[in-house]
Structure formats: structure tokens, C-alpha cells
């Protein structure tokens, strides 16, 4: 049974820092390419950010890029995602996924999905 749990989330002013974290199990985690979403009260489903199974490209969404920072440790079957800078509008549940084909997450779609973190960010 696959497994993603997140962790990290929270709440913090604006400019301020958080990282999250996501720990796979019941996959082989460095057969994946891993990613994370978020969603907004209201909103769709947005991708964030990916990572391919060795880490060696990312992906980012525009409105993140140059203030988040997704990484992975294989040998502890886990991804970060670095958020920096943080606005008001990153405000959202932020989900963990996996997916054998990187491309799948940058297309919005997922294999499996975590339950997801919350992270609010104050004005």
C-alpha cells in the first residue's frame, strides 16, 4: 500500500520560511518522479513543483520560481519542497505525489497523492 504523508506545514507571515516534507512508503521511491500541488479554498488543483527520480531536473510552476525549492533523498524515501519568500496567495493545502513519468505531475495528474498540509501565510 503506497503511502504519502506531508509534514511540515503551518502558519507564518509573509516573508517568512517553511519546509515541507513528504515520506513514501510502499513504492519504490527512486523509481518515481515526485512532485507537489496545491489547492486553494475555491480554487483548482495547481501544479508546484517536480523532481525527477534522481533529482537531476526540477520543474517549476511560474508563480514559484526563484522562491521554491524542491529536493529529494532517495535513501531516506523522501521530498522537500524549500518555500521562501512566502505571499499571501501560496496560501493552500499542499500535496505530495508520485508518479513513474515526471511529465504526468507537470501535466496536473498524479499516481498517488498525500492527504495533504496546510500552509497559511498572513499579510
Known amino acids: 500500500q503506497v503511502q504519502l504523508v506531508e509534514s511540515g506545514g503551518g502558519l507564518v507571515q509573509a516573508g517568512d520560511s517553511l519546509r515541507l516534507s513528504c515520506a513514501a512508503s510502499?513504492?519504490?521511491?527512486?523509481?518515481?518522479?515526485m512532485g507537489w500541488f496545491r489547492q486553494a479554498p475555491g480554487k483548482e488543483r495547481e501544479f508546484v513543483a517536480s523532481?525527477?527520480?534522481?533529482?537531476?531536473?526540477?520543474y517549476y510552476a511560474d508563480s514559484v520560481k526563484g522562491r521554491f525549492t524542491i529536493s529529494r533523498d532517495n535513501a531516506k524515501n523522501t521530498v522537500y519542497l524549500l518555500m521562501n519568500s512566502l505571499k499571501p496567495e501560496d496560501t493552500a493545502v499542499y500535496y505530495c505525489?508520485?508518479?513513474?513519468?515526471?511529465?504526468?505531475?507537470?501535466?496536473?495528474?498524479?499516481?498517488?497523492r498525500g492527504q495533504g498540509t496546510q500552509v497559511t501565510v498572513s499579510s
Open positions: 510502499g513504492l519504490t521511491f527512486s523509481n518515481y518522479g
Open positions: 505525489a508520485a508518479h513513474r513519468v515526471v511529465d504526468v505531475l507537470r501535466r496536473n495528474q498524479y499516481g498517488y
Open positions: 523532481i525527477t527520480w534522481s533529482g537531476g531536473t526540477t
